[in-house]
């Protein structure tokens, strides 16, 4: 399948004040690896919250940040990172928010891609950027190696938030046409499956049991009722230190703050009928009108790359 399947090749570095993708240059990949990617905001860490409980069955202890570290977030650098990812002796699932051609890619390695309407994500973006305190701050834009210039605060209303993300494409993170494309543009590779937010919140049991199809999985069925329990928004919520970075430090309202809402449609409250549609305008521009459809709302997505509604 290698010599006759067109791989994704790396073309370029992605570095900024949270990125770092040389970092992928030096890991060494294993045959059973999973890498978890989204733009942010997305479903990250419910993936992994979902992935870590399908392989420890069930385990109530799990602390899900470290277990699945960001490979390409630049602090901890990587002779620190990198040598602690390599130690892990479990299957090993790591979480990428980089596009495609600044990410090393693995034709052994199953990739899990999760999507969500970017309005969304943009709510959800904004009570991350506007709750982190100084530690954050001081990490991404004090400690050695950032490139380009410093993240800063948000603005005091989300509106404004959400038009400077639209009139510069992301900021004041990254781009969010170009990550959603780059990995659209590779939905029909034979270890890429797409996951939606929405489907997940629809029918959660049955989303997990197709994501461990994909993975080679097979599930624990006796601890299937704590998989779904430990998995759930509430239990997340409620046990946030486990699967927060660091505990939820860079945030003074703690670890509950990072999962706050797990809702969709918050947006319709504030933005009005022609700002919302300009979004949707803007969607279909930049991802075609198959792809707009799907990150708005969801739905399989079949072997030939064809999305079924």
């Not at 950027?129 to 989300?158: F, K, M």
Request: some cysteine; overall charge negative.
């Amino acid at each position: 399948m290698a010599d006759i399947v067109a791989w994704p090749r790396k073309t370029r570095e992605f570095q900024n004040h949270h990125f770092d993708s040389t970092i992928w240059n030096d890991l060494v990949f294993r045959d059973d690896d999973i890498v978890i990617a989204t733009y942010a905001k997305s479903g990250t860490t419910w993936m992994q919250q979902i992935i870590g409980q399908l392989l420890f069955d069930g385990d109530p202890n799990l602390a899900v940040a470290e277990l699945s570290p960001w490979l390409d977030l630049r602090v901890p650098p990587k002779e620190v990172k990198l040598p602690l990812v390599e130690a892990q002796t479990h299957r090993r699932f790591l979480k990428t928010h980089l596009p495609v051609d600044a990410l090393r890619f693995s034709p052994q390695a199953r990739y899990l891609y999760i999507g969500r309407d970017g309005r969304d994500v943009v709510w959800s973006m904004y009570n991350h950027h506007v709750n982190a305190n100084q530690s954050w701050y001081d990490a991404l834009n004090d400690t050695p190696g950032r490139i380009g210039p410093p993240i800063e605060p948000p603005p005091a209303a989300i509106r404004q938030y959400f038009s400077d993300w639209m009139d510069r494409d992301g900021h004041p993170f990254w781009s969010f046409w170009e990550n959603i494309r780059s990995w659209w543009q590779i939905r029909h590779l034979p270890n890429v499956k797409f996951v939606h937010f929405s489907d997940l919140k629809r029918d959660m049991p049955g989303e997990i049991r197709r994501i461990a199809e994909f993975l080679q999985m097979t599930i624990n069925e006796a601890a299937w009722e704590k998989i779904l329990e430990h998995c759930s928004f509430e239990w997340m919520k409620q046990n946030a230190t486990k699967s927060v970075p660091l505990g939820g430090s860079f945030w003074d309202a703690g670890a509950e703050v990072f999962i706050n809402k797990g809702q969709n449609g918050r947006w319709k409250d504030t933005l009005t009928a022609e700002e919302a549609a300009a979004y949707e305008q803007r969607a279909v521009a930049e991802l075609g009108p198959e792809c707009a459809r799907w990150l708005a709302s969801g739905g399989p997505i079949d072997a030939t790359g064809a999305l079924h509604i």
